[in-house]
Nanobody
């Protein structure tokens, strides 16, 4: 099982990035998916999640109306579109697969984690 996150980079404040998470070795359509992030010196936090069907999504308050999570089960890929980026969004972003299909912030539900992709937002 492998989750590969990519798409990070350096962007100026106010800019946009789209992260992708490609899954192999598991039936992604059965899993809820989420993006977490960890900034230097801080704990990992939930950013956004999506149910197995894509019917429901969840966001932490700080990214609502700026970030959008989506998925394409046919391509076994989950996306995080990030707009209006702020320096506070700087972190390593991880995708994770939730065996219960829910995509909620409950970290213990997540069996598989990607390696992370780094996002740096300059002011």
């Amino acid at each position: 099982v492998q989750l590969q996150a990519f798409g990070g980079g350096l962007v100026q404040a106010g800019g946009s990035l789209k992260l992708s998470c490609a899954a192999s070795g598991l039936p992604l359509s059965r899993y809820g998916m989420a993006w977490f992030r960890q900034a230097p010196g801080k704990e990992r936090e939930f950013v956004a999640g999506i149910t197995w069907s894509g019917g429901s999504t969840y966001y932490t308050d700080s990214v609502k109306d700026r970030f959008t999570i989506s998925r394409d089960n046919a391509k076994s890929t989950v996306y995080l579109q990030m707009t209006s980026l702020k320096p506070g969004d700087t972190a390593v972003y991880y995708c994770a697969a939730d065996r219960y299909g829910l995509g909620t912030p409950t970290t213990t539900n997540y069996d598989f984690w990607g390696q992370g992709t780094e996002v740096t937002v300059s002011s």
